[in-house]
């Protein structure tokens, strides 16, 4: 079965670091770009980042552009996502998506969601 | 404030057609594909529609996309009550150069 499955989220204070975790299963998981996804409580989802399948390139939206880092270790199928100097409104459930080049680039397969609390 | 808006809600009884409007700008909607995902809170998001109007393998005829100009619809036909959930339309936005997406219609099954 294809899946994606997301852990590490958790309360963490203002200013604190957590890294996600997406575990792939089920397909050929370096031949995929993939992407971390968040929606805040109550709020529309919200890109946040991409990692080409080889992990040499890398794309970030300017909310979270010089504290996270995203970053893949295909011999272990596993998509990463390190948060530092985390904020209030960093505080959102956090989905790996993978992006699906025969669909035109749709993200085909997601994960349930981490949910990462930033609070004091 | 989304780049894309849609409408907070919809709804609709059994047995009817629904639409949800996704409306943009010419550096996102107008200039790329549309995609649709619905989204059951507490479960992964699952695509609807990609390249404004093609559904996926799974996805039943009941929908539909459609684009024109900078803005776009999903409409969901013979509407049943496990439709209802959260649906979200994106695109790639060239000015950004991020994937942007709706805010979310929530749709609700009388």
């Known amino acids: 079965e294809v899946q994606l499955v997301e852990s590490g989220g958790g309360l963490i204070q203002p200013g604190g670091s957590l890294r996600l975790s997406c575990a792939a299963s089920?397909?050929?998981?370096?031949?995929?770009?993939m992407h971390w996804v968040r929606q805040a409580p109550g709020q529309g989802l919200v890109w946040v980042s991409h990692i080409i399948s080889d992990g040499s390139d890398t794309n970030y939206a300017d909310s979270v552009k010089g504290r996270f880092t995203i970053s893949r270790d295909n011999a272990k199928n596993t998509l990463y996502l390190q948060m530092n100097s985390l904020r209030a409104e960093d505080t959102a459930v956090y989905f790996c998506?993978?992006?699906?080049?025969?669909?035109?680039?749709?993200?085909?397969?997601w994960g349930q969601g981490t949910m990462v609390t930033v609070s004091s | 404030q989304s780049v894309v808006t849609q409408p907070p809600s919809a709804s609709g009884t059994p047995g009817q057609r629904v639409s949800i409007s996704c409306s943009g700008s010419?550096?996102?909607?107008?200039?790329?594909?549309v995609y649709w995902y619905q989204h059951l809170p507490g479960t992964a998001p699952k695509l609807l529609i990609y390249s404004n109007n093609q559904r996926p393998s799974g996805v039943p005829d009941r929908f539909s996309g459609s684009r024109s100009g900078t803005s776009a619809s999903l409409a969901i036909s013979g509407l049943r009550s496990d439709d209802e959930a959260d649906y979200f339309c994106?695109?790639?936005?060239?000015?950004?150069?991020?994937?942007?997406f709706g805010g979310g219609t929530k749709l609700t099954v009388l």
């Open positions: 089920g397909f050929t998981f370096n031949s995929y770009w």
């Open positions: 998506a993978r992006e699906a080049q025969t669909l035109d680039d749709a993200f085909d397969i």
């Open positions: 994106a695109a790639w936005d060239d000015s950004l150069n991020t994937w942007v």
């Open positions: 010419s550096s996102n909607i107008g200039d790329n594909n």
